[in-house]
């Protein structure tokens, strides 16, 4: 597949469309087969003990997995998430969380991803499995 928009296209999307969280996080990698983003754990985003909330894993994984879609697709803003699956694994780190999505299917009207979730440094020890489907528009595609 043929990157439609590349990091740069998203970032701005990012800005420009999702205010109130752009600063929450970073594309790491925006490739044909991926998308990598970042989110910087803040204290806003932990929980109890120290470790990153499932509510902050999961919002990286659904932004992650939208804009993996967007990159395939060009800037839809009206692509929703219809499911999502997500096991946690392992307690994340405090710090940098880093989530590398792929897109399985890019359909007419549904899209399918699955990616994993990491502290930074330690690419070989997931956190967490994610796995989402989203509608797209019928002008989408």
């Known amino acids: 597949m043929t990157l439609k928009m590349t990091a ?3 970032r701005d999307f ?12 970073d594309f790491v990698e925006v490739t044909e087969t991926h998308v990598s983003m ?28 939208y804009f993996c879609i967007l990159s395939q697709l060009g800037p ?3 692509a929703v998430t219809t499911n999502c699956s997500i096991d946690f694994m ?6 940098r969380l ?8 890019l359909g007419r009207s549904l899209a399918v991803t699955e990616g994993r979730l990491f502290s930074e ?5 997931p956190v967490a499995r994610a796995s989402l489907t989203y509608s797209i528009p019928p002008t989408g595609v």
């Open 8 to 10: 740069e296209d998203l």
């Open 14 to 25: 990012l800005a420009r469309d999702f205010t109130q969280a752009a600063d929450d996080f």
């Open 38 to 65: 970042a989110l910087s754990a803040s204290e806003k985003h932990l929980r109890p003990g120290g470790t990153v909330s499932g509510p902050s894993m999961f919002a990286l994984a659904d932004v992650c997995a």
């Open 76 to 78: 839809v803003a009206l």
């Open 90 to 95: 392992r307690k994340p780190a405090p710090g």
């Open 98 to 105: 880093i989530c590398r999505m792929e897109l399985l299917k």
């Open 121 to 125: 440094g330690t690419p070989d020890k």
